[in-house]
């Protein structure tokens, strides 16, 4: 467990976790935690997992299917139920180890704690409605029923923005429909997915069933779905990673699930409550420094309230107070390491070099305490060219590009000018336009009067075009994915049948 003090943080050294043992990975690279924040303070270190790795938990797993399967789906609910009340207990101490080890500031790390442990809660509840459909036959004495059952051995790949939320809605559904799981967690938030795995083990999940093994990507990536014994992939990360596990998950006809990238538009309309719209572009915008698949990156306001919105919407963003998570004053947290700030950095670049109009932000924090981690202003830019790759593209950090329409056919057609189309944003009052919006926006999810960012439980979660491919995740989706049907004909008229049929 980690347990540090601000000065002398201790250094937690990690295992892989496979068929129930906590053993070191093969690989001869070592995989690294540090603190976005400052990057000199090491959290946690272990050896990385390679592709043998991957091949003895597939085969742990394969051997705990049977047995799982046949453990009734409400004893695997309790051990779901279980898990989500040690999380509780544990909350506060697994949200700043969150903070340390992935940057975002604490009251999110406990609302991305908050939200992990509802999912995991509403699947533990889905041990009890496990279910399929019972309809009326064409035969009479006939049963005509469904039942959905475990696929058998599942990878579940998630990313780094939310090192405990996205592993918590992928594993809960695979294991309450009886599933045996290989998770694969990104290799920057490792400390914070063997406490997720403890917790399992914690509350009883037997050995085989969770298996996790952590590493580079490019050191076990494509085993994770090219394995023949792999009969689903759940996956969340970036485009480019989705499609290569689409088209492998493809070629070998088995269920994949990619939630990808979002270059996600919120429109502002002319009689939008703008106080309301302000908070939420606020939210989407830098809430969890940008690094969201959620997040708001495209601003369109209608040209009556642009400049007196744009003047608010720069008061506000200078209030923000960028630094270290755990500080209680800190607004927004620094991006998850070089690699991100670098590329933060370049779409600032970027921008400006399109002619993007810069309105604040822009510059890497160093000075003082900013020295030794990775933090950036937040960004905005004005007169974005929607052709312009800061229009186009994914950036996740906070960089903002803002557009301006006089009609609100164009704000349709510009927030569809994208290659994403994750959610989406309108701010307005009018509630028929709202509804227009609604029908018309090419996203999977639509916010009005909201902030672009969140999902809940108990609905499906996920994108069309290049944000997503496969079942949604969350809810019944999320089960349906991990489950496969199989429709039962049952008759029974016995020996009678010849002379009642028809
Ligand atoms: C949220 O907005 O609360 O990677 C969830 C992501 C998404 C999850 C966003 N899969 O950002």
């Given at each position: 467990m980690t347990t540090a003090t601000k000065s002398t943080p201790a250094v937690s050294m990690l295992k892989q976790y496979i068929g129930g043992k906590w053993v070191d990975g093969s690989s001869s690279r070592e995989i690294i935690s540090t603190n976005p924040a400052d990057s000199r303070q090491i959290l946690a270190k272990l050896k990385g997992a390679d592709k043998n790795d991957v091949l003895k938990a597939i085969d742990a797993a394969q051997k705990a299917f049977p047995a799982w399967k046949a453990t009734t789906p409400p004893a695997r609910g309790r051990i779901l139920m279980k898990a989500a009340l040690l999380l509780r207990e544990r909350k506060e101490e697994l949200a700043r180890l969150m903070t340390r080890e992935q940057g975002k500031i604490l009251p999110e790390a406990l609302g991305e704690m908050e939200k992990g442990i509802t999912l995991i809660e509403w699947f533990a509840g889905e041990g009890l409605r496990l279910g399929g459909i019972t309809q009326p036959s064409e035969l009479s004495k006939n049963l005509l029923y469904t039942l959905r059952q475990p696929l058998g051995v599942v990878s579940i790949i998630t990313p780094w923005n939310f090192p405990f939320a996205i592993p918590a809605w992928k594993i809960a559904p695979a294991l309450i429909s009886g599933n045996c799981v290989i998770f694969k967690p990104a290799s920057l938030v490792p400390a914070m997915a063997v406490e997720l795995v403890r917790i399992f083990e914690e509350a009883g999940l037997p050995a085989g069933v969770l298996n996790l093994v952590l590493g580079a990507g490019s050191a076990m990536g494509d085993i994770l779905v090219e394995e023949p014994r792999i009969k689903a992939v759940s996956f969340t990360g970036s485009n480019e990673i989705g499609k290569r596990v689409h088209t492998i998950g493809g070629a070998r006809g088995i269920k994949v699930t990619c939630e990808m990238g979002g270059k996600n538009p919120a429109v502002v309309w002319d009689d939008a409550d703008l106080e309301l719209a302000l908070g939420g572009v606020m939210k989407g915008a830098f809430g969890s420094t940008g690094q969201?698949?959620?997040?708001?990156s495209r601003l369109i306001l209608h040209e009556a309230i642009a400049e007196k919105f744009l003047k608010m919407l720069l008061v506000e963003t200078a209030k923000i107070k960028v630094g270290d998570g755990l500080d209680k004053t800190v607004t927004m947290g620094p991006a998850v390491d070089e690699s991100q700030l670098k590329t933060d950095l370049e779409y600032i670049e970027i921008g400006k070099k399109e002619g993007a109009k810069l309105l604040c932000g822009g510059k890497r924090l160093t000075a003082g305490g900013f020295a030794h981690g990775w933090f950036v202003e937040p960004t905005i830019f004005d007169?974005?060219?929607?052709?312009s790759r800061l229009w186009q593209e994914e950036v996740f950090g906070p960089v903002l590009a803002v557009a301006r329409v006089s009609h609100f056919e164009k704000a349709v057609a510009l927030a569809n000018d994208?290659?994403?189309?994750?959610t989406c944003a309108f701010y307005s009052q009018d509630l028929t336009l709202a509804m227009r919006f609604t029908e018309e926006v090419e996203a999977g999810m639509v916010h009005l009067n909201s902030p672009t960012i969140g999902g809940e439980a108990q609905v499906p979660f996920g994108g069309v075009k290049g944000s997503g491919v496969g079942e949604r995740e969350m809810a019944k989706e999320g089960m349906h994915f991990f489950t496969e049907q199989k429709t039962v004909f049952l008759d029974?008229?016995?020996?009678?049948r010849a002379s009642n049929l028809y």
């Amino acid at each position: 467990m980690t347990t540090a003090t601000k000065s002398t943080p201790a250094v937690s050294m990690l295992k892989q976790y496979i068929g129930g043992k906590w053993v070191d990975g093969s690989s001869s690279r070592e995989i690294i935690s540090t603190n976005p924040a400052d990057s000199r303070q090491i959290l946690a270190k272990l050896k990385g997992a390679d592709k043998n790795d991957v091949l003895k938990a597939i085969d742990a797993a394969q051997k705990a299917f049977p047995a799982w399967k046949a453990t009734t789906p409400p004893a695997r609910g309790r051990i779901l139920m279980k898990a989500a009340l040690l999380l509780r207990e544990r909350k506060e101490e697994l949200a700043r180890l969150m903070t340390r080890e992935q940057g975002k500031i604490l009251p999110e790390a406990l609302g991305e704690m908050e939200k992990g442990i509802t999912l995991i809660e509403w699947f533990a509840g889905e041990g009890l409605r496990l279910g399929g459909i019972t309809q009326p036959s064409e035969l009479s004495k006939n049963l005509l029923y469904t039942l959905r059952q475990p696929l058998g051995v599942v990878s579940i790949i998630t990313p780094w923005n939310f090192p405990f939320a996205i592993p918590a809605w992928k594993i809960a559904p695979a294991l309450i429909s009886g599933n045996c799981v290989i998770f694969k967690p990104a290799s920057l938030v490792p400390a914070m997915a063997v406490e997720l795995v403890r917790i399992f083990e914690e509350a009883g999940l037997p050995a085989g069933v969770l298996n996790l093994v952590l590493g580079a990507g490019s050191a076990m990536g494509d085993i994770l779905v090219e394995e023949p014994r792999i009969k689903a992939v759940s996956f969340t990360g970036s485009n480019e990673i989705g499609k290569r596990v689409h088209t492998i998950g493809g070629a070998r006809g088995i269920k994949v699930t990619c939630e990808m990238g979002g270059k996600n538009p919120a429109v502002v309309w002319d009689d939008a409550d703008l106080e309301l719209a302000l908070g939420g572009v606020m939210k989407g915008a830098f809430g969890s420094t940008g690094q969201r698949c959620t997040a708001t990156s495209r601003l369109i306001l209608h040209e009556a309230i642009a400049e007196k919105f744009l003047k608010m919407l720069l008061v506000e963003t200078a209030k923000i107070k960028v630094g270290d998570g755990l500080d209680k004053t800190v607004t927004m947290g620094p991006a998850v390491d070089e690699s991100q700030l670098k590329t933060d950095l370049e779409y600032i670049e970027i921008g400006k070099k399109e002619g993007a109009k810069l309105l604040c932000g822009g510059k890497r924090l160093t000075a003082g305490g900013f020295a030794h981690g990775w933090f950036v202003e937040p960004t905005i830019f004005d007169s974005v060219d929607p052709k312009s790759r800061l229009w186009q593209e994914e950036v996740f950090g906070p960089v903002l590009a803002v557009a301006r329409v006089s009609h609100f056919e164009k704000a349709v057609a510009l927030a569809n000018d994208s290659p994403f189309g994750l959610t989406c944003a309108f701010y307005s009052q009018d509630l028929t336009l709202a509804m227009r919006f609604t029908e018309e926006v090419e996203a999977g999810m639509v916010h009005l009067n909201s902030p672009t960012i969140g999902g809940e439980a108990q609905v499906p979660f996920g994108g069309v075009k290049g944000s997503g491919v496969g079942e949604r995740e969350m809810a019944k989706e999320g089960m349906h994915f991990f489950t496969e049907q199989k429709t039962v004909f049952l008759d029974y008229t016995g020996r009678r049948r010849a002379s009642n049929l028809y």
